[in-house]
């Protein structure tokens, strides 16, 4: 046996270990295997979640040669020891057999950092999707993550879509969808195998940074669960919102058919269907018009649209900018195309 296999079963024997990690992994590859599909890109930050992730990857290339992983990680270089941790985390996957490809982020990103960030990191995996005929990018999210995103979205005062949280699996584009099959276990968890497997993990210091909100609501977390207000039944609150954001899109569906037209490059309104439906409703159109016309991941959020549906909603022409959009009101609809 070469010494690469003996490290993956290695790997494999690890996972096994503990009932704990051997249900993780068999919850894993069920999920990975339904998806039918023989490549996947697998983001890897340098965390112990993304790093479960490539040890759960490597572990299932083993078992089923046909598929194939490609690992890889985003140096976006905005702090100084970001090329020094991206070296790090190469020779700590190389150990393990495990090929990391370091993809250098050369726009400069100064404002929103993590919206932002976010932006150009997908981006830049949607390339390697498309250049090696990849339909599934693969990330170590969490029920942790879950749990902040929520905090998150309510803080801003997110609807029942935006409290629905993060999906199993959602669209980056037509083409392209990104998998969450860590969704449902902790990071506890998560930590473990990265131990097990490589014995460490990379620590972000700007999840400690209370200039950004995710490491502000981390810190709420444990003040909740002092008080009552558990993980467990945030999740339980997460599901009945996803469920009821299910029925709403059924709905939502055939508004859209009613009241939105499309004519080249513009989108038009029946301004009063519109301001006919609820609230909600409201802002899930405007919403879908906006992401329909910039291909965006996300609608802008809730407060700024609530602000354009307010100047919208007026007898005089008003034109509003949102969301890379000009929006248009005229006296029957409106007008919505890209921003020059």
Aim: charged share 30%; hydrophobic share 35%; proline share 2%.
């Amino acid at each position: 046996m070469s010494k690469k296999n003996s490290i993956v079963l290695k790997h494999k024997d690890c996972l096994s270990s503990s009932e704990q990690l051997s249900k993780i992994y068999l919850d894993f590859k069920n999920k990975i295997l339904k998806l039918k599909s023989d490549r996947f890109l697998v983001a890897v930050s340098g965390g112990s979640d993304s790093l479960a992730l490539s040890a759960m990857c490597k572990v299932l290339q083993i078992d089923y040669k046909k598929i194939k992983f490609y690992y890889i990680y985003i140096n976006h270089g905005i702090r100084k020891s970001s090329l020094s941790e991206s070296k790090k985390l190469k020779k700590i996957l190389k150990k393990q057999y495990i090929s990391l490809k370091v993809i250098n982020n050369r726009k400069k990103i100064t404002k929103n950092i993590q919206h932002n960030a976010r932006k150009v990191r997908y981006s830049l995996l949607n390339k390697e999707c498309k250049k090696k005929r990849i339909k599934f990018i693969l990330t170590g999210h969490h029920k942790d993550d879950q749990i902040e995103t929520f905090l998150i979205r309510l803080s801003r005062g997110s609807g029942v879509q935006g409290l629905s949280a993060m999906s199993v699996k959602s669209s980056l584009n037509n083409n392209i969808k990104i998998f969450r099959p860590f969704l449902t276990e902790s990071k506890k968890n998560l930590i473990l195998t990265s131990k097990k497997i490589f014995g460490t993990y990379i620590k972000d210091p700007s999840n400690l940074n209370d200039k950004f909100l995710r490491s502000n609501m981390r810190k709420l977390l444990p003040i909740l669960t002092k008080y009552g207000i558990k993980g467990d039944q945030i999740l339980r609150s997460i599901n009945n919102l996803k469920s009821s954001n299910k029925t709403l899109n059924i709905y939502f569906k055939e508004v859209i058919k009613k009241i939105v037209k499309q004519k080249g490059k513009k989108f038009y309104i029946n301004k009063n269907d519109l301001f006919s439906l609820n609230e909600e409703i409201q802002l899930k159109v405007l919403g879908f018009v906006i992401r329909s016309l910039n291909k965006l991941d996300y609608p802008p959020r809730s407060k700024k649209m609530l602000t354009a549906l307010k100047f919208l909603n007026s007898p005089i022409e008003i034109k509003h900018q949102l969301g890379g959009c000009l929006l248009i009101n005229s006296d029957k609809y409106i007008y919505i195309e890209k921003s020059l």
